[in-house]
């Protein structure tokens, strides 16, 4: 970028926050994530047993099962942390290296993790920017300003109603506004799936409910999300697709409508399977 120009920023701040990516039905054949047989051992603990997995743009799929299922391990290979021992990730069908966090996020697929990942003294306009800052020009102050406009705007658009004041540290944030700012960032970048590592634990009935709004609203926007949750019902609200993992493989897979609470919880112990063995 030259000197001389108005608005400097790297490449991915190059995209306009909040712009959306073009929508693919979901009825379309080939996922926007996908794993394929995937296999990761750590020393003699096999975490993934040859694990596939699917989901699809518009469409919210949630991925379930007990501590020690293997859903982390899983989510953790598809955001590129780390490298699965055998098998294979696709992207709208081509077989990708995701060879780190970065390489995910430049395929356009962002991660909300339970920590949350925020900087707590930094505002809100400033973490959704953070490592992706606006300049003025090269080696000048972050354009403060317009990355709060921006951010305002894309906050609006998704419906983030709860952020008064983009000038204050996110410290002061409740547990629910914290959370709608790390949803709404990854909503403001991604451009093919968002992954959401229990995005409503520990918070209330009200700030779930908004939470929960968000994914929709972001889901509508034609973004492939994956909701991992051990809340049964809020599965059965929110996911169009539920995939269910037990001792690393997935054991069940179900429609919206096709399921039901005793049968989720049927899968996860062993109970029921309609997965057939490859």
Known sequence: MGDDEETEATSEADRTPGEQPVARASAVAVPTLAARSLTKSFGHVRALRGVAFEAYAGEVTALIGDNG???????????????????????????????????????????????????????????????????????????????????????????????????????????GQRQSVAIARAAMWAQRAIIMDEPTAALGVIQTAKVLDLVKRIRERGLAVVFISHNLPQVLEIADRIEVMRLGARVARFRRGETSVEQLIGAISGAYSNEVPA
């Open 69 to 175: 299922a293997g859903k982390s391990t899983l989510i953790k290979c598809l955001a590129g942390v780390i490298q699965p021992d055998g098998g294979a990730i696709e992207v709208d069908g081509r077989p990708v290296a995701m060879g780190d966090p970065q390489h995910a996020t430049q395929l356009g697929i962002e991660t909300v993790y339970q920590d949350l990942a925020l900087a707590p003294d930094l505002d809100a306009a400033a973490n959704v920017f953070l490592g992706r800052e606006l300049r003025r020009r090269i080696n000048v102050l972050h354009n403060q300003p317009e990355m709060r406009r921006r951010t305002a705007e894309s906050f609006r658009e998704l419906g983030v109603g709860t952020v008064q004041d983009m000038r204050v540290p996110v410290a002061s944030f409740s547990g």
